[in-house]
């Protein structure tokens, strides 16, 4: 009895999820025609053509559609079983961790992670991916994002989740700008321009209705996708930045010509967690990196 290829069943998990033969290839690091290939032979095993055309896209088959969740299920437990030998030391293991998380984490806490990870797992590399507005759960269940850091959301009702550090919003403005010549008021911070940090253009935020409750509104001037680019543009402007309090502090705290403010105005605080799939509660690596960022964050609770 020929014994099948069980790195087809791999591969045709990844075409399950990805639904397009050239992102199974970028997924699996082959050519699209070596692709193509490895879907040949699945069809062929299977006697079922997986994918159709369909118009311009390609679409599967109802017994691909049947497959699905036994296929994904039976590579997890392949992996399970594959990985739970793993006892080698963290020092001798080679991980990838792809981890998805906002700037206020990235930029406060990625330099120490990767200074304690050096010392515990020389051989891993972290990937940090901006965190995106449409970010769901099956990042997480498919495997694509090993952990979620992020404002506090709801997921699945599978997914785990963890409290890192909370963070309140405060003002930051270049060290001479003519806010600081008297007491801030709700008015005041309504007379110049304000930044507005989002990868999707969003102009609004929390500190607008807060605002509008006072019968106020501010004028948002510049939106930039990133917290650092925002912070520069301050230095030689007249504009405001509302930033969580910890990117603020190491702003300042790496010498850049800006100055904090209380804002005149009530915002929530914010609680940050970090979130994975119950498949990596007992991986001992991924259980050292949580471990980790909780105590690297808990101390500068």
Known sequence: MKHPDLNLLIALDILLEEGSVAAAARRMHLSAPAMSRTLGRIRETLGDPIFVQAGRKMVPTPRALALREQVRAAVEQATQVLTQGENAPLAELERRFNVRANDTFTGFYSGRVLEAMAQEMPRALLHFAPEEDDVDVELLRSGRVDLFI????????????????????????????????????????????????????????????????????????????????????????????PLPEHLARSAITAGMRVRMFELPVPLE?????????????????????????????????
């Open 150 to 241: 992020s404002a506090a959301r709801q997921l699945g009702p599978e997914i785990r989740v963890q409290p890192l550090f909370t963070t309140r919003f405060v003002g930051l403005a270049r060290n001479d700008h003519p806010i600081f010549a008297s007491d801030i008021s709700p008015e005041q911070l309504t007379r110049w321009g304000h930044i507005s940090i989002s990868r999707r253009g969003k102009a609004s935020g929390p500190i607008d209705s807060a605002l509008e409750q006072q019968g106020l509104q501010r004028q948002v001037s510049l939106i930039v996708a990133t917290p650092y680019s925002a912070i520069f543009a301050l230095q030689d402007s007249d504009l405001l930045l």
């Open 269 to 301: 605080t914010v609680l940050l967690t970090q979130a994975w799939h119950p498949r990596f509660q007992q991986d001992a690596a991924h259980r050292w990196l949580r471990q980790t960022l909780r105590q690297l964050c808990s101390g500068d609770s």
